[in-house]
């Protein structure tokens, strides 16, 4: 007998709750930028880091800084699912292999011809990364490093759980001696160079997230895969563990304020204790943002059962989050531009806007996710 055309696995909630989460952070730091017009960017190594008037501004950036790495990470936790529950379909290694490659080159298309367009719409910044240039043709961003981080994840999909752990951590760590001194800021690095270690500016290219550091990310999380698949219950109490230990870690390391730092803190205070580089992901950075998703997964499984009946908008969210990123940049973008001649909308008209905006991706989303699990395994739809 024939397998059945439509695949319908069992749904993880934490894993599909966590995602939704990060879209709605996400769409905050979006409207943000496309609809306030406050949008900062500059926590790049070799510039000095986005000052804030006032706490309402810095919190409106800083909660959002979970989202890139719980990408990455949460990513890498999905292949190995994905690869797991196909093999029970009786595919072979070089099918999912070949599926999550097309996958990669899906992200890096959209990237390219979907979300860039999206940004053109947003205001013109007189801030620039390191480096140097004028015009922006090739803008190597989020979307991008996740289908190239994909492509190469599937080389290590099979690996031991043991030399994931490894492999994560030498590169993680590995990358943060590549970061240049900041004297050499204004360097014209060579495009590979921005698009594998050094984010910044080189003609037309700018890069905002290079593949080494964010590759360490997507290989923990097939550390985080390979746990669930072992014992679920067991995974999820290593999450709260190995995530608290992580948020210790960023406290000490930002104390100490040397090496993984790559900005020490400025000043006293907590804005300036928690405003670190995003740009290359610092080990605090990412120590304090993927240890919050991990504790954030913890919470979100002792619920569990709750969400189905109050956190749905999380799940339609999280379990179609590329549908997701694409619609609310546009959506955001275009209103946005009835507030491009004053100059953006401020804070106290930004919030009411993006919960509308919310609204309205929900509704899509919703649909969308209900035409998704009529099609079929390997449906292109899938993909998004």
């Known amino acids: 007998m024939e397998l059945a055309l439509v695949y319908r696995p069992k749904r993880l909630i934490p894993l599909?709750?966590?995602p939704g989460l990060i879209m709605i952070l996400m769409a905050i730091d979006h409207a943000n930028y496309f609809v306030a017009r406050m949008h900062p960017t500059g926590?790049?190594?070799?510039l000095a880091l986005p000052q804030y008037n006032n706490i309402a501004e810095f919190l409106t950036r800083y909660v959002t800084h979970i989202c890139a790495p719980g990408f990455f990470f949460l990513m890498g936790v999905g292949m190995v699912l994905f690869a797991n529950s196909r093999r029970s379909l009786g595919?072979?290694?070089?099918?999912?292999?070949?599926h999550l490659f097309f996958r990669g080159l899906t992200l890096i298309f959209c990237q390219f011809i979907l979300v860039n367009s999206a940004w053109v719409l947003g205001p013109v910044y007189t801030f620039r990364p390191p480096g140097a240039g004028k015009t922006v043709?090739?803008?190597?961003?989020?979307?991008?490093?996740?289908?190239?981080?994909?492509?190469?994840?599937?080389l290590f999909l099979q690996l031991k759980t043991s030399l994931h752990i490894g492999l994560s951590t030498i590169i993680i760590l590995g990358a943060q001696f590549l970061i240049p001194d900041p004297s050499h800021a204004s360097q014209l690095y060579s495009p590979l160079l921005r698009i594998i270690c050094v984010p910044g500016r080189t003609g037309i290219l700018q890069s905002f997230y290079p593949i080494i550091p964010w590759l360490g990310i997507v290989l923990f999380g097939f550390v985080f895969g390979k746990w669930l698949l072992e014992d679920r219950s067991q995974a999820y109490k290593r999450a709260l563990l190995v995530g608290s230990i992580f948020i210790v870690?960023?406290?000490i390391i930002r104390i100490l304020g040397g090496f993984g730092n790559i900005h020490p803190q400025a000043r006293p205070g907590l804005i300036s204790f928690l405003n670190?580089?995003?740009?290359?992901?610092s080990l605090a950075f990412i120590l304090s943002n993927i240890g919050l998703c991990l504790v954030i997964i913890w919470i979100i499984s002792q619920i569990n059962d709750g969400f189905q009946r109050w956190g749905k908008p999380f799940l339609v969210f999280g379990r179609s989050p590329l549908f997701f990123y694409i619609l609310h940049l546009y959506l955001y973008a275009i209103i946005g531009l009835f507030?491009?001649?004053?100059?953006?909308?401020?804070?106290?008209?930004?919030?009411?806007?993006?919960?509308?905006g919310l609204f309205i991706l929900y509704a899509l989303c919703f649909r969308y996710g209900t035409f998704?699990?009529?099609?079929?395994a390997d449906s292109i739809w899938r993909f998004f």
């Open 16 to 18: 599909d709750a966590l």
């Open 43 to 46: 926590e790049f190594w070799g």
């Open 91 to 98: 595919w072979s290694e070089s099918k999912i292999s070949r």
């Open 137 to 154: 043709l090739i803008y190597f961003s989020v979307l991008a490093t996740l289908g190239v981080t994909m492509v190469i994840g599937t």
């Open 249 to 251: 870690l960023f406290f």
């Open 276 to 281: 670190v580089t995003k740009y290359p992901p």
């Open 339 to 356: 507030f491009a001649s004053r100059g953006g909308s401020g804070l106290e008209i930004m919030y009411p806007i993006w919960l509308v």
């Open 372 to 376: 998704k699990k009529k099609k079929s």
